[in-house]
């Protein structure tokens, strides 16, 4: 019965997304108020059906209907409620759902956080979210029902694939899911504005907090993945390259391009059609992960059950999306006008550079993502790309980028001066190439790429410095005082940069000073990786809920000093019987000691995976600092109260800088 | 020089930046595709010597034999016609298994031996890597046509 009604409730959804994506919109462009005031409300009663449905499902899988497909192929009786609950979106079906869900949140935040907007842009942008919902809902209902039954029902289900039983599963997905779709405002008030003609710095203001929301969500989404996968996959790697991977960094570069390109529309006017077309791109590409992902062209643990029909029919709505909005681009675009000039060397030419960086980094993803599968359709043979290729590519594309980070927030608008600069900046780069050098000589051995990595780092730190200090030199009160009263964009843009410099130094500490060692240990047998010896003292057999286990037990000491025991684990799960490896994983800020049982090998001994990874914290730290920094830029006040000042005074607004 | 001839000078940097750029980009993505041969590919010579491709297929069952040191393994990757001995160093999978879809990337040695750096972990029990998967389909279908024209023949 409970699934029936969360099939329902789709249903009934998808009606409302149909006339969410229709009323408001012709209400918007013929002018009739009562249609346009349905926006809200129809957002509203979307949201709930949609959240009914969504709470149907995880109803199903708590309560281990084995009789819905779904949860018979994805969830066990033995399996832990925690991730029971989880498992509702550890399938093609339910994470769908989960998408859905996440947009008919997103477009009902709008409607509720939109007061200050006038009612045909929030007619326009709702409408348009409701038109993407219409394609989720009308994909799920057609090709990939969550709630298909079972007849007759199974005794037991499959159970939920071991490397997914993990709490990254239960926050992971929500998270990524949160950014992916939350391009989807950017995207909305993109097409909106290009309809409605209103294309201003205002525009960009009303833009800006959302596609800053949803940035800061895919960050940390994808560095939980990315911490995940280090410490479940076994092996320790943290980024692999993967497609699913690269189909979730390219939004993410092309969304960090948006961000940059939206502070210039706002504070200059400038950049319109630049920025429009990058929110459309940001979003397209978040629709090609979805398709790449989803769709099974790709085989990775992200990808399920292949079905051609899924991939045709979001290959035609990422055909139909892409291709109506770059039309819709193509008609309204000439017609946005350019804003204030600028000099060749300003802030403007600093930050159109970034993105133009930006770009490239995320072009060269998509062909070392698209191309092998572009060969492969085509028969023309199976190759792949791999790590070293965007290694080889993203040092030199990043480089300047990092460089530009230091410049481009001290430089003026409209006009700058390069004697200016230099004179400002020159302490900061001679501090930055003196720690370069120096620094990788305390941590043992100078090697050039490390010092290369930590000379980036150290820029952004020192450019930073610079930065506050001249923003405290004020005429009233001391340095404090002035700082005090900068705005909270301006910090979390201080946050986010120097979040960048943590990731630097964390992946250049790794890849310079990492040892990995794969031995083969008899009990009593012992191996030094950094600093620390490892003793292997055996494996114990161990019962988990759902699971056996072979419990390994590893003492380590440093200069003879006991530190702590790991006990690694080799699971081999009840339900399908597949094998997992447990890392043990011992963090610290200044390094991770990641010891994992590869096979047994004979006579009690094992083979085993002993790492020393130095700073590998930093680097899902720097990621942290950049979302939060998001979350501080988009928590300044100059959105709330302008805005408001703004709903007094419509279209009276021009930027402030 | 006049404003003109300046921003010529820009829109030229911003090209050479760009050509830069995307000359870097074609170039590391040359020499570093990795191509990808069946195990009959690489007993009929197909495949380049001394640098890096992927082979794929199934682990020949009763094949996997381990060395001394506990850590080299010696199996054959077959795609039901050929065969192919492949050694490595390190650790396998999770769900390396005689019989089970396997994909390994290295260099063929001049003795005929598959040398691995990496062995393909799949995430998923009834999952089959593709290129395993396509090498044996390609075998199927080999035979079944090298059947055919010989039925002919007679």
């Known amino acids: ?657 | 020089m006049k404003p003109r001839h300046r921003r010529f000078m820009w829109i030229g940097a911003g090209v050479l930046v760009l050509a830069a750029a995307v000359g870097l980009v074609l170039n590391a993505f040359q020499s570093n595709l990795v191509f990808f041969f069946s195990p009959t590919d690489v007993v009929e010579n197909r495949a380049p010597q001394g640098r890096a491709f992927r082979i794929g297929g199934l682990v020949e069952e009763k094949s996997v034999a381990r060395a001394s040191d506990g850590l080299t393994v010696r199996f054959n990757v077959t795609d039901t016609a050929k065969t192919i001995p492949v050694v490595y160093t390190g650790i396998l999978p999770d769900l390396f298994k005689e019989g089970k879809g396997v994909v390994a990337q290295g260099k063929i040695g001049p003795d005929g031996v598959f040398r691995a750096t990496e062995v393909l972990a799949k995430h998923d029990e009834n999952y089959m890597p593709p290129e395993a998967a396509a090498a044996v389909d390609q075998a199927h279908t080999r035979a079944a046509m090298d059947k055919a024209t010989k039925t002919v023949k007679q």
């Open chain 1, 1 to 657: 019965m409970i699934p029936e009604l969360g099939n329902f409730a789709l249903i009934l959804a998808l009606l409302l997304a149909a006339l969410l994506g229709t009323l408001p919109l012709v209400g918007a462009q013929r002018g009739i108020a009562a249609w346009m005031a349905l926006a809200r409300p129809l957002a509203v009663g979307q949201f709930l059906f949609i959240a009914f449905a969504f709470g149907c499902l995880v109803w199903s899988f708590i309560a281990n209907d084995f009789s819905v497909v779904n949860v018979a192929t994805n969830s066990n009786s033995q399996l832990p409620l925690e991730y029971r609950i989880a498992a509702s979106w550890g399938s093609h079906e339910g994470s769908m759902l989960l998408w859905v869900f996440m947009l008919g949140g997103w477009t009902m935040a709008v409607a509720l956080k939109s007061r200050h907007l006038p009612d045909e842009m929030v007619a326009r942008v709702l409408g348009v979210m409701g038109l993407v919902t219409i394609g989720f809902l009308l994909f799920m209902l057609l090709t990939s029902n969550p709630f298909d039954r079972l007849f007759p029902p199974a005794a037991d289900g499959r159970d939920l694939n071991p490397l997914l039983q993990d709490p990254g599963m239960v926050f992971h997905p929500p998270l990524l899911y949160m950014g992916y779709v939350g391009f989807s405002v950017a995207f909305a008030f993109a097409i909106a504005a290009l309809i409605g003609g209103r294309l201003d710095a205002t525009w960009a203001r009303w833009s800006r907090p959302w596609t800053t929301l949803a940035w800061s969500f895919l960050t940390g989404g994808i560095m939980l993945g990315s911490w995940w996968a280090y410490y479940e996959l076994g092996w320790g790697g943290w980024w692999f390259w993967d497609p699913v991977e690269n189909a979730s960094f390219m939004p993410w570069l092309i969304g960090t391009a948006l961000i940059h390109s939206l502070a210039v529309t706002e504070k200059r006017g400038t950049f319109k059609a630049w920025t429009v077309l990058l929110a459309i791109s940001a979003f397209s590409l978040s629709l090609l992960g979805t398709f790449l992902v989803r769709s099974g062209v790709l085989t990775s643990v992200h990808a399920f059950a292949t079905d051609p029909r899924r991939g045709v029919f979001i290959l035609a709505f990422l055909a139909l999306v892409i291709g109506g909005s770059l039309m819709l681009f193509a008609a309204r675009a000439p017609k946005v006008g350019g804003g204030g000039r600028f000099e060749a060397v300003s802030r403007e030419t600093f930050l159109l550079a970034n993105n133009v960086l930006l770009i490239a980094a995320a072009g060269s993803v998509l062909l070392g993502t698209l191309y092998p599968l572009f060969l492969d359709t085509l028969n023309l043979g199976k190759i792949s790309v791999g790590p070293p290729y965007f290694d080889t590519v993203f040092v030199p594309l990043m480089t300047p980028l990092v460089f530009l980070m230091g410049v481009g927030p001290l430089a003026r608008w409209k006009e700058a001066k390069l004697p200016d600069l230099w004179q400002r900046l020159k302490w900061a780069l001679a501090v930055s190439l003196v720690t370069a050098l120096l620094l990788p000589l305390a941590a043992g051995s100078w090697k050039p790429m490390v010092s290369f990595g930590l000379l980036l780092a150290a820029w952004i730190v020192t450019t930073t410095v610079v930065n506050i200090r001249e923003r405290g030199r004020g005429v009233r009160g001391g340095i404090f005082a002035q700082l005090a009263r900068q705005p909270r964009s301006y910090w979390g843009m201080i946050v986010a940069h120097l979040g960048i410099a943590v990731f630097i130094v964390g992946v250049t500490m790794v890849k310079g000073y990492e040892t990995e060692r794969d031995v083969r240990m008899d009990v009593g047998d012992k191996v030094t990786v950094g600093a620390y010896t490892l003793r292997f003292d055996g494996t114990t057999e161990i019962r988990g809920p759902n699971y056996r286990a072979a419990r390994g037990a590893f003492e380590v000491s440093r200069d003879g000093q006991h530190v702590t025991t790991q006990f690694p684990e080799k699971r081999v799960y009840n339900a399908g019987g597949m094998p997992m490896t447990e890392a043990a994983i011992r963090s610290t800020p200044l390094g991770d000691l990641y010891v994992s049982l590869g096979e047994p090998v004979d006579g009690g001994a094992w083979s085993v995976r002993v790492y020393h990874k130095p700073f590998i914290t930093w680097i899902w730290g720097g990621c942290l600092l950049m979302a939060l920094g998001g979350l501080l830029a988009l928590s300044d006040r100059r959105y709330r109260v302008v805005t408001q000042r703004e709903a007094g005074a419509p279209g009276g607004a021009t930027a402030r800088s």
